[in-house]
């Protein structure tokens, strides 16, 4: 058996008690959608709740089914509705970010990274794009991957593209 060319990581993680709490919530929805389906026999109240029923599932399915795939020369996130490609050769920025709800985007320095753990940076994101700058308030940024930040991601990344430079600058012209 081969092995894959690339090595791959899950970024969100529902572990825990935060999966009891996540499926006991979409079991108790469920269950009253189909109370609801048997107790108003109607078609259009049944495709409504139907899809209610499925619509949580199809969300939590697609959360635990996020992963960040890492290529010899390049890195891709893929769901289960799409892929996003960046090859290490195109990326010109990359860092990482906090996006709050209603503050725009500030871009976290090194030191803060070197300084603090995984869960201190829960909400941050790693950001890699082709564009000269970082354009994180754009509605329609440049081409980019961003997925959620791990410190273990993070050094992978900032090691992929050092290797690239210091190949790139070895090579003669």
Not at 69 to 96: H, P, Q, S, W
Not at 134 to 161: G, N, Q
Request: with cysteine; charged share 20%.
């Amino acid at each position: 058996m081969t092995t894959p060319p690339y090595s791959e990581f899950r970024t969100p993680s529902l572990k825990g008690w935060i999966l009891i709490y996540a499926l006991t919530l979409l079991l108790m929805e469920s269950a009253m959608s189909v109370w609801i389906i048997l107790q108003v026999m109607n078609g259009w109240v049944t495709l409504i709740f139907l899809v209610l029923v499925l619509f949580p599932c199809i969300i939590l399915w697609n959360f635990q089914a996020t992963k960040v795939r890492f290529g010899a020369d390049y890195i891709e996130t893929a769901t289960l509705f799409r892929k996003k490609r960046i090859y290490i050769k195109d990326v010109n920025k990359f860092g990482v970010f906090s996006a709050g709800r209603y503050t725009r985007a500030q871009i976290t320095q090194q030191k803060i990274l070197d300084e603090s753990s995984d869960n201190d940076l829960a909400s941050h994101k790693i950001y890699i794009t082709k564009s000269e700058v970082f354009d994180l308030r754009s509605f329609s940024p440049a081409e980019h991957v961003k997925f959620p930040y791990r410190k273990t991601l993070y050094l992978k990344v900032r090691e992929m593209i050092d290797h690239h430079r210091e190949n790139a600058n070895a090579t003669p012209s």
